[in-house]
């Protein structure tokens, strides 16, 4: 689907970097004009803004609801997790940290949130907003007015490899999220950014559209092209799953797979 043209500017301290053109010329290159020397390296724009928006179908978003990430872990062969520095916000002690649906991404670089800002603008109800701050554990990447933003455009989650800041007023939002930590230093609104594009984030590239599920044992996201190879391995995941349960509710001591190691050739026992 496509994403609607921006309807508003966010409201930011300062929306340009200032940068210096060098000059490597001699006195000869003097005599070209201002405009010339300033446009031999042109400034990139500040925001990009991918509009071309793929989105899994409402049934593929259900198929994950209340499914714990390590099902999805397992029915992606032991993939799809990021790292393990992303942790539930305040681990989960204050915030219901659980949520799944789509990823949209915001790619902001280091101490810069103008992504972030810009991506509020492009929230569909039930997306799980990405924000990846290059790892950068500076300044925070979302304080509690922005997540309060989030939530009121329909977000269900946030993911960010930065830290977060404005704990109490996190809370009162109540927006699940998973970030690195805590810090109440701020950031910068200055860019570059980009929306809707990959990132990279806890290991891994995530792309707006792949589907992010997240508890309080972590976050993973299954890649947009394998949803439904993964809802079709959900269903033998629980089968196995519960199973597993039952057995030990009934009092299994050693995984049957051990004990019949155990009892062949393929152990060597040193007396």
């Known amino acids: 689907m496509s994403l609607p043209a921006p309807t508003g500017e966010p409201q930011v301290t300062a929306i340009a970097r200032m940068r210096k053109v060098p000059h490597f010329g001699g006195p000869a290159d003097r005599s070209h004009s201002s405009e010339k020397e300033h446009t031999m390296i042109e400034e990139p724009p500040i925001l990009t803004v991918n509009r071309n928006r793929r989105r899994p179908s409402a049934d593929q978003i259900a198929a994950f609801q209340g499914v714990p990430t390590g099902f999805v872990v397992d029915a992606l062969y032991g993939g799809g997790a990021l790292s393990r520095e992303i942790r539930p916000l305040g681990e989960g002690r204050d915030i219901d940290c659980v949520a799944a649906g789509p990823a949209l991404t915001a790619d902001c670089g280091p101490a810069d949130i103008l992504a972030t800002l ?33 939530k009121n455009s329909g977000a269900v989650g946030l993911v960010t490899d930065g830290p977060m800041r404005d704990y109490a007023g996190l809370v009162d939002v109540g927006l699940p999220a998973w970030c690195t ?79 019949e190691l155990l009892g062949s050739d393929k152990v060597a026992f040193v007396d």
Not at 119 to 141: E, M, R, Y
Not at 188 to 197: A, D, H, I, K, S
């Open 181 to 259: 930590g805590l810090t109440p230093a701020s950031p910068f609104t200055m860019g570059p950014g980009r929306v809707g594009l990959p990132v990279q984030i806890g290991g891994r590239q995530v792309e707006t559209g792949d589907m992010v599920v997240a508890d309080r044992d972590g976050v993973v996201v299954v890649p947009f092209d394998k949803i439904d190879t993964v809802i079709a391995a959900l269903d033998k995941v629980r089968t196995l799953e519960a199973e597993m349960d039952a057995k030990v509710v009934a009092g299994q001591k050693v995984p049957d797979a051990i004990v």
């Open 118 to 150: 810009a991506v509020l603008n492009f929230i569909t109800p039930g997306d799980v907003v990405v924000v990846a701050f290059d790892a950068h554990q500076g300044c925070a990447a979302v304080g509690d007015r922005v997540a309060g933003m989030m």
